[in-house]
């Protein structure tokens, strides 16, 4: 889900951000504006979302790619040794 969250510093207020929630059409849902004690606070928790964001989009690309290498593997196999039938079941 935190691939669905956009945030946006905002340039006269540097203590806060905005943050949008978007569903699964695109379409915002749900929007915050958090404040914190300082910019330097409001940085981190910003830093922190992107890398957060980086990380879940790099293991669903993983895990995206792997499950194809799987299908196929499957696909393979399965056409050798089965025929029709097997190919139906893997797809």
């Known amino acids: 889900m935190v691939d669905r969250i956009i ?5 006269k207020d540097l203590c806060s951000f905005g943050l949008v929630y978007l569903n699964e059409y695109g379409t ?6 958090l404040h914190g004690r300082d910019n330097k606070l ?3 928790w910003l830093e922190s979302m992107k890398k957060a964001t980086k990380l879940y989009t790099e293991a669903k690309a ?3 790619v792997s499950s ?20 139906c079941i893997c797809i």
């Open 28 to 33: 915002a849902i749900a929007a915050l504006s």
């Open 42 to 44: 409001v940085k981190q």
């Open 62 to 64: 993983k895990a995206d």
């Open 7 to 11: 945030t946006r510093e905002y340039n």
């Open 68 to 87: 194809v290498v799987r299908d196929r593997f499957l696909f393979i196999l399965c056409g050798r040794k089965i025929g029709k039938i097997c190919i």
